[in-house]
């Protein structure tokens, strides 16, 4: 039998942010644009 006999805990935690990409950032502004003009219009 395993050492946690089955039972095992798993946790995960956000270690750091890492800069976008230009041309990604971009498309982001791009689609977030799009979502947001039909409610103005």
Known sequence: R???QGRGVF???LSHYDPVPS???E???A???KEKE???A
Request: glycine share 6%; no cysteine.
């Open 2 to 4: 395993a050492m946690t």
């Open 11 to 13: 946790t995960m935690e």
């Open 23 to 25: 041309h990604v950032a």
């Open 27 to 29: 498309q982001i502004i």
């Open 31 to 33: 689609e977030a644009k």
């Open 38 to 40: 039909p409610e103005g």
